[in-house]
């Protein structure tokens, strides 16, 4: 046997990898190859300088050292924060201003039900490369929403904080627009839908969100969702089942029916006997809607409820104001969220006006919204084009502001 036939000793450890393989397998490397490569190519073309800000703004959506070359050429943002006046619910608000002064586009941020506070280096980080970007970022944030609760109040909080903006002499009012996060992007689709200023809203992102609140919970109490070719298995995320279990029992007239489910179904503490004999026939009837588990027993169950109790559990639901979306809607969902289920998305972009969808995305990258599977090289570079695609025609049509009355109006 030759030297290099030889079997290395049993005992022996394979060579560790040179850390500058590591480093340029790695997401960080990967991200900024794809900045350098991007702003490269598109600088020189037609649409230039909002192919490189859409790819100097990549690496702030993903936490950690990313390095994130738009903070070497830009001047950081001014950071302000206000109570959003004329709102029903407190709703605070920091605005990051671009550093370079002057009159911008305006984007509001709205994440979901406990969300991380607007002070999270994950959230000041993609404020601050939005806002680098040349947009004024607002993060807003609720006193409901902080506290795991959805109001139909928020949608007017939105519709204030617009209107705040459209007065804001650093803001051009004809290029205001919304990107919403779970619950925000359902929350931030639903106002801009509202007759208030729905003609005035120039565009609306959502990530990760839903079309019918009432399919959410049939998934949520079935662990199913349905696709093209039936249905399929679905868990989801104990977060999502509390915040639609509150949903659900909100409506209930009876304090003391709230009261008794609240704490068998949210709280897992057994009710007595007496207890169960104690709820109303509508009480009754919702504990069982929150037990049963086969899909033909919760339609059952959900057609028979009061209309009134069903147009309170559907007032959060963007498939029924889709319909008044006049601005320029772009959706985004992982394929895998165990938050929402992506059938909600598909039915959502199904219904929305062809005038007003410009782009659904699906993505394989996030977990609910925050990069995960950076695991595997070849996916990951293909999610990054992916989310360039669709960051970059965002940003176009920021700059390009609100839709005429023509374009709004064709279908």
């Known amino acids: 046997m030759s030297s290099k036939e030889r079997a290395a000793p049993a005992n022996s450890q394979p060579a560790a990898t040179p850390r500058w393989i590591r480093w340029a397998w790695s997401p960080g490397a990967l991200i900024l190859l794809f900045v350098l490569t991007v702003a490269t190519e598109t600088a020189l073309t037609p649409s230039g300088r909002s192919g490189v800000t859409s790819a100097l703004l990549i690496p702030h959506f993903f936490p950690g050292s990313v390095p994130r070359p738009l903070q070497l050429v830009t001047p950081p943002p001014s950071v302000s924060t206000i109570e959003v006046p004329g709102a029903p619910g407190r709703m605070i ?14 984007i509001v941020l709205l994440l979901g039900v406990n969300p991380l506070p607007r002070d999270h280096e994950q959230v000041t980080t993609l404020a601050d490369g939005i806002a680098r970007s040349g947009i004024v970022t607002v993060v807003a944030e609720s006193d409901a929403l902080k506290a795991g609760e959805i109001r139909i ?6 519709v204030a904080l617009f209107t705040y903006l459209e007065r804001d002499p650093g803001v051009d009012s004809s290029r205001i627009g919304f990107a919403g996060f779970c619950i925000g992007g359902v929350l931030q689709l639903l106002a801009a839908s509202d007759p208030r200023i729905a003609d005035r809203v120039a565009v609306v992102n959502a990530f990760s969100f839903y079309a019918d609140s009432l399919d959410v919970m049939r998934a949520i109490l079935t662990e199913r969702m349905p696709t093209t070719s039936g249905s399929e298995p679905w868990t989801p995320n104990p977060l999502t089942r509390e915040v639609f279990f509150r949903h659900i029992l909100a409506p209930l007239p009876s304090e003391e029916d709230r009261t008794l489910l609240h704490r068998e179904v949210l709280e897992a503490a057994a009710l007595t006997a007496a207890d169960v004999d104690s709820l109303s026939p509508l009480g009754r009837h919702v504990r069982e809607l929150l037990r049963a588990k086969e899909p033909w027993e919760v339609d059952a169950l959900i057609s028979s409820l009061p209309d009134e109790y069903v147009d309170q559990l559907r007032r959060f639901s963007p498939a029924d104001s889709a319909h008044r979306l006049q601005a320029r809607t772009f959706l985004m969902h992982d394929v895998n969220d165990a938050y929402l289920p992506v059938s909600g998305a598909r039915t959502l972009a ?22 995960d599977q950076t695991e595997n090289p070849l996916l990951f570079a293909g999610e990054i084009v992916s989310l360039f695609s669709h960051i970059h025609a965002v940003l176009q049509a920021i700059d390009a502001g609100r839709p005429t009355a023509e374009m709004a109006g064709s279908e």
């Open 350 to 371: 199904d219904a929305l006006p062809s005038a007003a969808l410009e782009r659904y995305t699906e993505f394989q990258l996030f977990a609910h919204v925050v990069p």
């Open 153 to 158: 109040e928020e949608v007017d909080n939105l």
């Open 93 to 106: 608000a920091d605005i990051y201003r671009p550093g370079d002064g002057g009159r911008f586009p305006a």
